[in-house]
């Protein structure tokens, strides 16, 4: 029986989940016009928490034995019973609560200099790659530390150098990309590749960072604080939990961005690569989604969400659309050498360039299963098959058939080692339902 492999999520250390919202766009009542989970290309939305469902398994940070260098000064108040939403007034109840400033950054950098993670992209003394850089923050958008590292120390055993990735075959990278999801990141990283290698290193600043493909607003500036030490504010989903609480702030952060920059910007004097990092790892081992260890955080005197008593009230969250209901089939054809029928997805939308099984659009259900099989074959039914995305929920029916190795091949299509098709996750569940009801 053919098995499928998956790639490992262990990582060693505290997780940082790192989230980035894609652009929303258009329903997939077709794969070609699909979206949801591909990020749109040229475009970049905040890495946030908020597009995290659940703390990743093994992704709970232990905070730091040591002490804060400050700790706190005063106990918190009592805690507040109404959410905080409710309290549009809650910031400036924070009067007594001083304003982030340069000190709290110099605070943060010496935890930072303690307490820092290990990570392979990072390095202690002397400045970052700006490839590792670049490659990590493209690999962690919507994408939790725990499950980058593997893909990128992969990535950069076999592509060691930007030239290197430029001069891959689009089919490889995709491949090696299979499992991270958000495939638009894949494709606009090797536009972004070839792009660097032509012009034959990458830009130092981050308005030249921000004209590359796939580098938006927050990757520019990370970039070019990490790799170059420019004075760029840096503001991820960790980040912006931070500050919601540090100002207590009344309205979800992405409201009040201008807030939120102006007060890192107040706290960020120096080493503006290493506060930017720092401001993560604070985000991702204390200052966590829902658990803050206040008594271990080097910015706790000035935190109004501490003051007031319940930090985890903070950020407010913004109300959630309802997610779409997509439904569809698919066919497993499997030959008696093991191999399956796959077929490659349009280059734009979701899973663009990926392979998959044969199958109807995603949408409404369709009216004729059997009109979207690859041929006549005995179909018998193995299961649902259910995937989340971020704007929908996917439940594929599957079908399978045993087929002789004379099977036809239609248009488009490509017998294949299921372990050698470099599916995307949600295929992989298609083919391991197909060939689990084979028995
Ligand atoms: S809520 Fe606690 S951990 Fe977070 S910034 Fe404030 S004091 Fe630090």
Redesign the pocket.
Known sequence: MPSIPTPSTAAPGPAKPRRRKPSASAPATSPGAAAGEDATPGEEAIPGEDAIPAEPSGATPEPPSEPPSEP?SEPPSAAPGAPARARPDAVRTRSAVRTPGPADGAALLSWYDRHRRALPWRVVEGRADPYRVWLSEIMLQQTTVAAVIPYFERFTRRWPTVVDLAGAEDGDVMAAWAGLGYYARARNLLACARAVAARGAFPTTREGLRALPGVGDYTSAAIAAIAFGETAVVVDGNVE??VA??LALPVPPKSARREVEASVAAMLTERAGDFAQAMMD??AT???PRN???A??????P????TEGE?TR?PVKAEKKPRKVWQGVAFVPVRSDGTILTRRRPERGLLGGMSEAWGSPWGDAPADPFAHAPFGAPWRPAGGVTHVFTHATLTLDVFVAEVGEGAATPTGGTWQAPAAAGLPTLMKKVVERALGALG
């Not at 271990?296 to 005197?301: G, K, N, T, V």
């Not at 935190?303 to 501490?306: G, K, L, S, T, Y």
């Open positions: 706190p939990r931070v609480r540090l604070l985000g204390i200052c966590t803050p260890v206040c271990l955080c080097p910015i706790a005197e935190c109004a969400a501490r930090p903070y």
